[in-house]
T-cell receptor, first 115, second 111 residues
């Protein structure tokens, strides 16, 4: 078990460009989450997948953001027409469906800087 | 509006002493809480959790206490070690999967 991995770890882009991040969850986990963390704040929930189905999207996820998990394994988060306010750490987490509450395991995050 | 609050942004403790990190919440529907530790350039790492049916959960040097009437939980680390220096996040689960995090407390353990 190699844990949750994310790629890239760092991304610098110019305003207006599109970026895509990848998350590979722990292999047997069927739940996958994306969070965003800005300086001085805790992680904020963005979206949740159970297998390939996207079951919830936060209002933080504007129309410029789209997330997919096409085969119920890895997931991608795309930001179109990036803005400076998108600069943040994007965290992915996964868990397995086991009871009413389960522990989410986080990846190392992708740090995005929009110039 | 912050539903999970960590009012102390930082805490310094001498090595070997007890570290106490506090967390308050406003939503009485929350019934499961977790603490995560985060080192720079890494993702949060799960530390310990507690269900609302309990008032204490212990794992080695880490103990979490829950006071439901006060909507307050705390994490005790005894004895504190320099390797414990990190940012600690309290989180509550809304529904069955959505984590609501506090803003974190940076703990520095002084050797």
């Amino acid at each position: 078990d190699t844990g949750v991995s994310q790629d890239p770890r760092h991304k610098i882009t110019k305003r207006g460009q599109n970026v895509t991040f990848r998350c590979d969850p722990i292999s047997e986990h069927n739940r996958l989450y994306w969070y965003r963390q800005t300086l001085g704040q805790g992680p904020e929930f963005l979206t949740y997948f159970q297998n390939e189905a996207q079951l919830e999207k936060s209002r933080l996820l504007s129309d410029r953001f789209s997330a997919e998990r096409p085969k119920g394994s890895f997931s991608t988060l795309e930001i179109q027409r990036t803005e400076q306010g998108d600069s943040a750490m994007y965290l992915c987490a996964s868990s397995s469906l086991a009871g009413a509450a389960e522990t989410q395991y986080f990846g190392p995050g992708t740090r995005l800087l929009v110039l | 509006d912050q539903q999970v609050k960590q009012n102390s942004p930082s805490l310094s403790v001498q090595e070997g002493r007890i570290s106490i990190l506090n967390c308050d919440y406003t939503n009485s529907m929350f019934d499961y809480f977790l603490w995560y530790k985060k080192y720079p350039a890494e993702g949060p790492t799960f530390l310990i959790s507690i269900s609302s049916i309990k008032d204490k959960n212990e794992d080695g040097r880490f103990t979490v206490f829950l006071n439901k009437s006060a909507k307050h939980l705390s994490l005790h680390i005894v004895p504190s070690q320099p390797g414990d220096s990190a940012v600690y996040f309290c989180a509550a689960i809304e529904g069955t999967y959505k984590y609501i995090f506090g803003t974190g407390t940076r703990l520095k353990v002084l050797a």
